[in-house]
C-alpha cells in the first residue's frame, strides 16, 4: 500500500506519511467489571483526509466464570472530544470471546481499516464488557504481555472496492 499514484514521484514527504501515527501500551490489569469499562485511550490522533489507517487492539480477555461471553471494542470520536463507552464502535473494531476454562481467556486480534473522509482528530478507547453469564471479565496485561491498541497510516484510501454476494 503506498501513497502515490502510478507515475507520481516518491518523495520523503509522502514516505513519512506511513507508519505508526498513535501507540498505547498498558502493563497493568485493570480492575474487573461485569457491565462495560474504558481500560486503554489514545487521544487527539491527526487524521488526514484521503488517508487509510489501520486500528489494531490485542486483548487478551479473561474472565471468572466458564462460558461468560465478553466484548471488547474500540469505540472512537473524531471531533476532538473524549470517547466514553457510550461512543460509537469503531466499525470493524469488535471481537467477542469465551471463558474456556476458569479465568483462562483467549488472546484475540482485532484490526479494522478506516479512512478518513476529512482531516479530524481521532481518539480512541478500547473497552471491555461482559455480555453474558454471571462473573467478571477484564483484559490481563503485564510488562511482558502488553494490552496494545495502536494505528497505523498504510497509505491512500482507496473506498470500498468489493462487491457483496
Same mark, same amino acid.
Given at each position: /500500500?503506498?501513497?502515490?499514484? %502510478?507515475?507520481?514521484?516518491? +518523495?520523503?514527504?509522502?514516505?513519512?506519511?506511513?507508519?505508526?501515527?498513535?501507540?498505547?501500551?498498558? !502493563?497493568?490489569?485493570?480492575?474487573? +467489571?461485569?457491565?462495560?469499562?474504558?481500560?486503554?485511550?489514545?487521544?487527539?490522533?491527526? =487524521?488526514?483526509?484521503?488517508?487509510? =489507517?489501520?486500528? !489494531? /487492539?490485542?486483548? *487478551?480477555?479473561?474472565?471468572?466464570?466458564?462460558?461468560? $461471553? /465478553?466484548? #471488547?471494542?474500540?469505540? =472512537?470520536? +473524531?471531533?476532538?472530544?473524549?470517547?466514553?463507552?457510550? $461512543?460509537?464502535?469503531?466499525?470493524? %473494531?469488535?471481537?467477542?470471546?469465551?471463558?474456556?476454562?476458569?479465568? #483462562?481467556?483467549?488472546?484475540?486480534?482485532?484490526? %479494522?481499516?478506516?479512512?478518513?473522509?476529512?482531516? *479530524?482528530?481521532?481518539?480512541?478507547?478500547?473497552?471491555?464488557?461482559?455480555?453474558?453469564? +454471571?462473573?467478571?471479565?477484564?483484559? %490481563?496485561?503485564?510488562?511482558?504481555?502488553?494490552?496494545?491498541?495502536?494505528?497505523?497510516?498504510?497509505?491512500? #484510501?482507496?473506498?470500498?472496492?468489493?462487491?457483496?454476494?
Amino acid at each position: /500500500m503506498g501513497t502515490w499514484d %502510478a507515475g507520481d514521484d516518491i +518523495t520523503a514527504e509522502k514516505l513519512n506519511l506511513l507508519g505508526i501515527k498513535a501507540l498505547g501500551r498498558r !502493563q497493568t490489569t485493570p480492575a474487573a +467489571t461485569t457491565t462495560i469499562m474504558g481500560v486503554l485511550r489514545l487521544d487527539d490522533i491527526p =487524521y488526514v483526509a484521503n488517508r487509510a =489507517y489501520e486500528v !489494531q /487492539m490485542n486483548p *487478551q480477555m479473561t474472565g471468572s466464570i466458564t462460558a461468560d $461471553s /465478553m466484548h #471488547a471494542t474500540i469505540r =472512537y470520536t +473524531t471531533d476532538g472530544s473524549t470517547p466514553t463507552t457510550a $461512543s460509537p464502535i469503531l466499525p470493524g %473494531a469488535s471481537i467477542v470471546s469465551k471463558v474456556v476454562v476458569g479465568t #483462562a481467556g483467549e488472546t484475540r486480534s482485532v484490526s %479494522a481499516i478506516h479512512e478518513a473522509a476529512s482531516d *479530524q482528530t481521532l481518539s480512541l478507547l478500547a473497552c471491555i464488557a461482559r455480555i453474558s453469564g +454471571t462473573g467478571n471479565v477484564t483484559v %490481563a496485561a503485564d510488562a511482558t504481555s502488553e494490552f496494545t491498541v495502536s494505528v497505523i497510516d498504510v497509505g491512500k #484510501a482507496v473506498g470500498n472496492t468489493g462487491v457483496s454476494i
